[in-house]
C-alpha cells in the first residue's frame, strides 16, 4: 500500500460517536491516518480537502445520506475506494450502494478484522484496475485475458461465449462484490431474469471449481450478488 512516511488516509463517516471511535481506535492501531464525519455534507467536504484513499461510509447519515454521498462522488469521478457501513436488515441499502459505485461493505455489528480485509481488498482491487495485468492467477485457476483461455491445474477449460464474458468481468472485479444487476446489466445488456445468471454461474463452477458445492473462487454474497476471490 504506502510507505510509513504516507500512511493511508481513511475517513470515516457515521453518525454515531462511539463508532467513529471505535473505527479511529482500531484503524490507527494498524497505522492509518484518519479523519472524521458525522454527517454526509461534511464527509463531501472532507474528500475534497483532504483527498482520502479510502472512505468507510455509513448508509443511515442525517441530512445528505450516505447513498447520496456515493451518487454525488461517482458522478463527480471520484475514484476512491468506499466502503459500507450498513445495517444487517438492509439489505436493499446495501445492493443500491453497490450499483452506485460502493466497492463493499460490512455489516453492523463488524469485527474490525473483516473491515480490515475489505479495506486491503478495496485497495487491491483499485491498484488492479489501474494497471490490470494480462493473466489473472488465483489458485489454481489462470485466465489469460489477451488470448482468452481459461486453465484449471495448467489444463485448458472451455467456455462458452457467455461464461466467458461473465468470468471475465468477475475477475476484472476480483475481490468485489458485483450486484445481480450490474452483472446483469454487463453481460447479458439489460433486464433479464436473474435465474439465467445462477445458471451460468452454476456452470462456471462446475468448470473451475475443485469442489462446486463449496465454491473457493465464485463466492455468493446472499441477496446482494457475487464475488470472485482475489488472488493471495
Known sequence: MKSESAPLRVLVVDDEPPIRRFLRTSLSAQGYDITEAEDGAKA?????????????LDLGLPGVDGLEVIRRLRGGGAS????VLSSRADEAGKVEALDLGA????????GVDELLARIRAAMRHKLQQQGEKPVFRSGALAVDL???IVTVQGTEVRLSPREYDLLRLLVAHAGKVLTH???LKEVWGGETDIQYLRIYIRQLRQKIEPDPERPHHILTETGVGYRLSAPD
Open 44 to 56: 463531501l467536504d472532507e474528500v475534497r480537502r483532504r483527498l482520502p484513499d479510502v472512505l468507510v
Open 80 to 83: 476512491l475506494p468506499i466502503i
Open 103 to 110: 466497492d463493499d461493505y460490512v455489516t453492523k455489528p463488524f
Open 146 to 148: 489477451v488470448r482468452r
Open 181 to 183: 444487476r450490474l452483472i
